[in-house]
């Protein structure tokens, strides 16, 4: 029996760690969180309320929670007392073997619980967890008691792993298991000429606005161009502001946030893939986003930055076209000439699908956690239609 430990469990852009239940251990998993909101979609015993209770109760619950695991970070090793008894009990009621921990930081609080339950604790680390919180002092040090500790930490990039490298994870308890995407979800696109598709966070390391500036730059050249943007953020209004300063309001759409069904819809149409990723100022860097393994097996050429774990992905030249951080003007060209020869953008996009088949699965996923985890291996197929449940 495995445990999988996470702050929330319906949280619009983590669909990974709701992949992680679904098809890590079916029926052998029991869940810990603090907010038990969409906890019960998956029909697995669940322990919540941990940490808690709060002491910022009357602010916005996701605010307060987040606030509360800020504050516990400050003033103890771990969770408290209390809620490390619970947690032992409810391991051991359920004879659990191992803990997968979303996140270094929730790994940390809860390192102390795993061990004396006798349980396998092993923390996934994911994006400003493994590249903002090792800035602070106070953190790098509760890192390197975690990671003397925990049996494994999970990465999802080489470039995340090589960056906790750096701050004292040693290298034999490292994995790297990118997240991986159902292929049964997406095929080819039809790519309509003209479309270009960004879909993530409207947030700083993301940087919506420097792929609708890219845009920008080449919509003259091609009049039948438009761009769509799937997500929604603290961005927003200034990408609303920069789209009506390039008089583009008829040529750059905002959906907002959709459901993963709706993005899977605008892959099926689009023609070209885009992403600035950037590292943020206060350190903030991307893994691997799934939306870029998303396009990729929709047989969509990417066109994204030298960003953290995306090279892994993206092979440049071959599956999209790759720049640097910031580099606007490389970025539209390399859109332009994508759009000037769409055969060209149409064999990167085919050759990309091969290669998320061949390594970017979620049954890739599954397997490598399983191996890291010392889990006994599957055969069975994955179960989509229990995938489908958001």
């Not at 051991?92 to 929730?106: F, G, M, R």
């Not at 800035?135 to 790098?140: A, E, M, Q, V």
């Not at 993963?260 to 691997?288: C, K, P, W, Y």
Request: net charge positive.
């Amino acid at each position: 029996m495995i445990a999988v430990v996470s702050q929330f469990f319906n949280t619009p852009s983590e669909t990974f760690i709701r992949d992680h239940v679904r098809y890590l251990s079916p029926g052998k998993t029991v869940l810990i969180c603090q907010n038990p909101g969409g906890a019960d979609q998956f029909g697995y015993p669940v322990l919540s309320g941990i940490p808690g209770p709060s002491p910022f109760g009357r602010l916005p619950s996701r605010i307060a929670s987040r606030a509360h695991l800020a504050w516990l970070a400050y003033v103890r090793e771990g969770i408290c007392r209390s809620d490390e008894d619970r947690v032992v009990e409810f391991f051991k009621a359920h004879n659990v073997d191992a803990a997968l921990v979303e996140y270094l930081t929730i790994g940390a609080l809860f390192a102390r619980a795993c061990r004396r339950a006798g349980v396998r604790l092993y923390a996934h680390a994911h994006g400003a967890d493994s590249t903002v919180m090792p800035r602070k002092h106070l953190w790098r040090r509760r890192y390197r008691h975690l990671f003397a500790s925990a049996d494994g930490i999970i990465t999802p990039s080489r470039f995340i792993a090589d960056r906790l490298m750096q701050i004292g994870c040693p290298h034999e308890k490292l994995h790297v298991s990118p997240c991986g995407i159902l292929p049964e979800r997406f095929t080819a696109s039809k790519r309509e000429s003209g479309r270009l598709l960004v879909v993530g966070r409207f947030v700083e390391k993301k940087s919506p606005h420097l792929a609708i500036e890219a845009f920008a730059r080449i919509a003259s050249r091609f009049p039948g161009a438009r761009l769509d943007l799937v997500g929604d953020g603290p961005l927003m209004a200034q990408c609303k502001a920069l789209v009506r300063q390039q008089n583009l309001s008829d040529r750059v759409i905002f959906h907002g946030y959709r459901s993963s069904e709706f993005v899977q819809g605008m892959m099926q149409n689009a023609a070209i893939f885009v992403q600035h990723s950037v590292t943020a100022r206060n350190g903030d860097m991307e893994g691997l986003p799934v939306s870029i393994l998303e396009a990729m097996a929709s047989a969509l050429p990417v066109v994204a930055t030298r960003h953290s774990g995306i090279p892994e992905a993206v092979v440049d030249g071959e599956t999209g076209i790759l720049v640097e951080e910031h580099d606007i003007e490389s970025m539209a060209e390399a859109i332009a000439g994508l759009l000037a020869e769409p055969h060209r953008a149409a064999k990167m996009g085919d050759v990309g699908r091969q290669r998320v088949l061949d390594h970017f699965t979620q049954r890739h996923t599954r397997d490598r956690l399983r191996h890291a985890m010392v889990l006994p291996a599957m055969a069975e197929p994955l179960d989509l239609a229990e995938g489908q449940v958001q």
